[in-house]
Structures are given as structure tokens and as C-alpha cells.
């Protein structure tokens, strides 16, 4: 949520901002490898909730769920935002050999998935690298921040050698980006500062 909040900084002054935290949609979906019948539904009444309670829009943070964010927008009449979509569109636009980075497959699926529809809609044939690492997952739940951003970073460098743009599943390894400074020979794209752009053009 702290992202999240200082990027909303940038949203039109007359914005009110509310929050809808469900901490277990992603460790469920993590533990089924998959959006579940349940998780569907779960989300998917999270943003009718939202939708009802009078939210003129609704930005779905969390690219695990993305699937089942698309079922939520055609059932409600206010724009339902995916956070990756517009980081998916300026990757496709920037290069043909796309390296995905992902610590978790519940992320790294729906990722490769919506870079390979993107791709047909702007009608771009691209090669898609999908790198996991779940050992980086494993040190961040253990407290070890060190040895996530370590995983990361080797992770990041040896993508470089083979694909023209690097996109990370999860705003959560962006640090390490910043960290690597000049090294990456390759730019890298993230969804939260794309994905709230978006949402502030939207509303403005």
C-alpha cells in the first residue's frame, strides 16, 4: 500500500482514495499454483463491492488476480483497471525478445499471458523469456531482503545477454533495478508508476 499511496500523490486533487487489502488472495493462489472457481469469485466481489459503494473506478494491483479482474469488468459500468496492462503495451512497443522475472508462478502465468495478448492486438510477433525464482520469494518471506535482492539482481543480469526488454512480474523487485544503477544494458519495465498513469488520465 505505501506505493501505491505516494504514486496517488499524482492523481487529479479531488480523488478520494480507498483501500481494499486482502493479504490472503495472493498466499491462496500461491498455494493452488492457479485463480481457483473461489479466488474468481473472491476478487471478483471485492470489486463489485468497490463498484457499489460508489467507486467511479477501480485499479486491481496484484497481476495474480489479473484473470479474474477481467471477469469483474464486464459485470460492473466503471472502468476496472488491471495494473500491468499498460507496463504489458509499452514492453511489447519497446522490443521483440521480452524477459519476464517472476518469484512466484502464480504471478509469472497471467504476466506471460497478458504480454502474449497484447502482443496480438497490437499485432507484434514477440519471443517471450520467462525467468522464475522462487528462491527469492523464500529469502523475502524469511526476512532476508539481502539475499532477495541478490537472487534479483543475478537473475536481472542474465536476462540482459538474451532479450531486448526485461519486465518484472512484481513491483517488489524494482528496488533491485535501482540498485543495479547503469549495469542492466537493458531497459526494465514496472507496473505501478505505468498502471497509475494510466488511472490518472482516466480520472482527469
Do not use: Y
Not at 127 to 155: K, Q, V
Request: glycine share 8%.
Amino acid at each position: 500500500m505505501p506505493i501505491f499511496q505516494e504514486l496517488a500523490k499524482g492523481l487529479p486533487g479531488d480523488v478520494k482514495i480507498s483501500n481494499i487489502v486482502d493479504e490472503s488472495l495472493l498466499e491462496d493462489a500461491i498455494a493452488a499454483g492457479r485463480l481457483t472457481p473461489s479466488l474468481n469469485r473472491r476478487v471478483v466481489d471485492h470489486i463489485l463491492s468497490a463498484a457499489d459503494s460508489g467507486a467511479v473506478a477501480v485499479l486491481a494491483t496484484c497481476s495474480s488476480i489479473g484473470p479474474a479482474v477481467e471477469i469483474a469488468s464486464r459485470l460492473v459500468d466503471v472502468p476496472v483497471l488491471r495494473i500491468d496492462e499498460p507496463m504489458a503495451a509499452a514492453a511489447i512497443e519497446s522490443g521483440t525478445r521480452i524477459g519476464v522475472l517472476a518469484t512466484v508462478a502464480s504471478t509469472l502465468d497471467p504476466t506471460v499471458d497478458l504480454l502474449r495478448r497484447c502482443a496480438r492486438g497490437l499485432g507484434k510477433d514477440v519471443e517471450l523469456t520467462p525467468l522464475l525464482r522462487e528462491a527469492a520469494f523464500t529469502a523475502m518471506r524469511s526476512g532476508d531482503g539481502g539475499r532477495h535482492d541478490e537472487i534479483i539482481g543475478e537473475a536481472l543480469m542474465d536476462l540482459a545477454v538474451d532479450v531486448d526488454v526485461i519486465v518484472l512480474a512484481q513491483a517488489s523487485m524494482a528496488r533491485v533495478v535501482a540498485m543495479l544503477g547503469g549495469a542492466l544494458s537493458v531497459p526494465v519495465f514496472s507496473s505501478p508508476g505505468s498502471g497509475m498513469a494510466r488511472l490518472a488520465s482516466l480520472l482527469a
